[in-house]
C-alpha cells in the first residue's frame, strides 16, 4: 500500500534521512522505532507531504506522491495522527472533529463519521461544545485520533501517540490502535520510541538509527533479537 | 421565529437575524424619517462603505490570520478603474463599481498568490512593498491616474450624492451576510484552520493554497468596489490618497480596534474610525496618526478582541456565556484560548473512555 524507496530528506544542508526504505502492505501494522532525532517523525513528514524528500521516491498505492501536495494526499485516505496532537486549540473539540472531514470523499458523511468518533471515544462526546485547548493530554489525543478518522483514512499514521501520556492512558492508546486494525481494517503506520509496546502491538517492525533502517522484520523476531534487547530494551 | 428559522442555514441564529432586519430597516428609513443635514448623510454613507472595507480584510486579517498592510492597493485600483470607466465609457456607475472590484481582486491575485505561502510578520512586511510599490506606479502613471494632480469626475447631482447612501448600506449589508457565510459555513472552519496551524490544516485536507487565494479574491473585490464607490462619493481621487499607507493602516486600525476576527467588531472598529478621523483631523492634523498609533499600541496590550473583546466581558458580567469558539479570533487566535480560558480536567480512566 505504502512504499517509501530510497529517500533523502534534508533539513536546510543538514541530512536528516540517508536512503530509507519502508514498506507497508495492506491491512498491516507497522511500525517504525528508534530513539530521540533519529528521523521518525521526519520519515513521516515526507509522506504526509510536509517535508518533500530531495530524492527517492514515495508510493502510495503504486503512484508516487511526490507531486501531490499534501491536502490532496488526505484525500486519497493518508491520514497523520501528528506528534503533540496538533489541535486546535482555539476551536471546539467539534470543530476539531469536523474539520478531519474537510476532504471531498469524507464531507457527506459527516455525521455517520461524529457518531462512529464519539462511540469509539464517549468522552470526547461530552467535551464536544469544549475548546480543544481545555482538553487533558489524554483527551486532546482522543480527539487528534478522532480527527484523523474522521477523514475515512485508509492508512493512518501515529507519530508517537504515547508521548507524555499517563501510562494507564499509553495502554489505552496502544489498544485503540489494535482495535482499529482488528476491527476497522485500518492499515496503520505507527512510529514509537516506546519499542516494546510498539513492537507488541505490530505485525513488523523497523529499528531506525540516525537516518538508516538498522533492522528490519517481524515484531516476534525483534523483540527477540539480542542487540535489540539490550540496545533498546536494557534487556 | 419558528417559521423563520425553517430556511434560514442552520449556521444562522435566528435572532441575529431578525436584529439585522431590524437595523437595516432601520438605517433604511432613517433619511426619510429625520431631515439629515448634509454632513450627517455624507458620514454615515462613508460609514457604510468603510464599514464592507473593513469586513472585507478581516476575512483576510482576522479569518485567515494573515494581516495585510496592502489593501490601498486594492482600494486604489478599484477607485481609478471605476473612475477611467465612468469618464470614458457610458457604463452605468454600479456596473463601473463592480468591474473596478473585480480588476481590484484579479490584481490581489497577482501579488498574493506568491506572498501568501509566507505567513505572519513576513506576510505582512510583504504587503507593505506591494502597497508601497503600487502606489509609486499610480502616481507615475499619470495618463491613468492623472499623476499626482489626480483625476476629477462630473460633480454628481444632489439626488444621485442621496442614493449612494442607499447603495452603501445595500453593499454593506452584502458585505456582513457574506462575512457570516464564510465565517460559519464549512469554509469558515477551513480558514480558521489554516490560521491556527497550515501544516496540521493540510494534513485534513484543508488547502492553505486555494483558500487564501479564494479569500483574497474576495477581499480584493469588495475593497476594490469600495474604492470605486469612494471616487463617486467624492468626485475626486489622487493616489497619493487612494494607494497611500495611511489608507492601508486605516483598515488595519478598524479591524484591531474592533476586534480581529469577529464580524460585529469588525464593523464597530469601521464606526469608530470614521467618528475618531472626523474629529482627530479637524481638531489635531499633525498628531493624528500618533494618536492612532497610541490607540493600536493601548488595544494589542489591554483588550487583543478589541471592542468585541469589551463586549464579551460585559456579556459575561451579566451572566452570558459565549459557546467555545465564539471568540476564534485575536492576533493568532492566542487572545480567545486565553480569554476563554479553562484549566484541564482530570484523565479519563479506562473504563470510561472505552466503549
Known sequence: MLEIDDIEVYYGDAQAIFGLSLEVGE??????????????????????????????????EGESLLKIPPHERAERGIALVPEGRELWPQMSVRENLELGAFGKRARGRVEESLGQVMSLFPRLEERADQLAGSLSGGEQQMCAIGRALMSKPRLLMFDEPSLGLAPILVRQVFETVRHLHADEGLTILLVEQNLRKALESADR????????????GPSKELLQDETIRSAYLGI | ????????????????????VVVLVALYALPLVVVLDPYTHGILTQTFMFVAAALAWNWLGGYVGQISFGHAAMFGVGGFVTARLLLSTDLPFFAAWVVGGLVAG??????GHPTLRLRGPYFAIATIGVGEATRLVATFWSSFTGGSSGISLPIPSGDFKQALYWYALYFMAAVVLLSYYLRKSRIGLGLLAIKGDVDAAGDVGVSATFYQDVVLVLSGIVVGISGGFYASFFSFIEPSDMFGFERSISLVLMGVIGGIGTILGAALGAVVYVILQENLIASYPDLYLGLYGLLLVAVILFEPLGLSGLLMRGARLVGYRPGAGVAAGGIGGAAATEATGGAPEEEPTLEEARP
Open chain 2, 1 to 20: 421565529m419558528r417559521r423563520l428559522a425553517s430556511w434560514l442555514p442552520e449556521w444562522a441564529s435566528p435572532w441575529a437575524a431578525a436584529g439585522f
Open chain 2, 106 to 111: 484579479v490584481y490581489g491575485l497577482l501579488w
Open chain 1, 27 to 60: 491491512g498491516e501494522v507497522v511500525t517504525l522505532v528508534g530513539s530521540n532525532g533519529a528521523g521518525k517523525t521526519t520519515t513521516l513528514r515526507a509522506v504526509a507531504g510536509i517535508r518533500a524528500p530531495r530524492s527517492g521516491d514515495i508510493r502510495f
Open chain 1, 205 to 216: 517492525g523497523y529499528v531506525i538509527e540516525t537516518g538508516r533502517i538498522k533492522t528490519e
